[in-house]
């Protein structure tokens, strides 16, 4: 049967982490993208093959693993590249992380993808978009704190992502997060026996919010 999927998603210190870590305690099962993505170029990657076919055999380092810093230059420079290296990689990625959720025991699937709204196509291949939401001036906060970063470097990372507003649009279910973490736990309930009731063999769900 088709799992029931959840795209998780949310800016950069919105939250999200402990917004999976809740989910997880009530029994969802939770696939790391960020993970599977890495795991596919560290040393021996699945991907390796393919990327050093595509970009040539010195962007390996010597435990075989992608030298990221290079290819980050190459991408930086070259939006060409950058494309390239996404249509190796991006497929992959969604491959792997179907097929853990087809393994997956829990009784529906959160993807967690910091990137969903920018990269493009999970959207329409998850049942819901659910985004972790809070004021800006939040995310800077918390990331500086988590992180010993200055406000500029938190700026510099957020500007890169999605803004508030694209992240809205996409979303089907929001959690607030811009109180205090108990505040969390009655919207991560409701969202649990949301998902629950739609877990059990349907496989259509109404687009609309909660
Ligand atoms: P993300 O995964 O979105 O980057 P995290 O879940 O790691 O964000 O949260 C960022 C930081 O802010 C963490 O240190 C976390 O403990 C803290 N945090 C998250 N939500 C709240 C909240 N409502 N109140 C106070 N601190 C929070």
Request: hydrophobic share 45%; with cysteine; net charge neutral.
């Amino acid at each position: 049967m088709e799992r029931f999927t959840v795209g998780l998603t949310g800016g950069i210190g919105s939250g999200k982490s402990l917004v999976a870590k809740m989910f997880a305690e009530r029994g969802a099962s939770i696939v790391d993208t960020d993970q599977i993505a890495r795991a596919l170029t560290a040393p021996h990657g699945a991907a390796m093959p393919a990327v050093l076919a595509e970009f040539g055999a010195d962007f390996e380092d010597r435990d075989g693993a992608l030298d990221r810093a290079k290819m980050r230059a190459l991408v930086f420079s070259d939006p060409g590249a950058k494309r390239r290296l996404e249509a190796i990689l991006h497929p992959m990625i969604r491959e792997a992380v179907f097929a853990e959720a087809q393994l997956a025991t829990g009784p529906y699937v959160i993807f967690d993808i910091p990137l969903l709204v920018e990269s493009g196509s999970w959207k329409s291949r998850v049942h819901r978009v659910l985004v972790v939401d809070c004021p800006e001036t939040l995310q800077l906060q918390r990331v500086m704190a988590r992180n010993g970063l200055s406000e500029e470097q938190v700026r510099a990372i957020m500007s890169a992502q999605a803004s508030r507003q694209a992240r809205l649009a996409a979303a089907d279910d929001i959690v607030d997060n811009s109180g205090e973490i108990a505040a969390l736990l009655p919207q991560i309930d409701r969202l649990h026996h949301f998902y629950l009731a739609f877990s059990g063999g349907r496989q259509t769900i109404d687009k609309q919010r909660l």
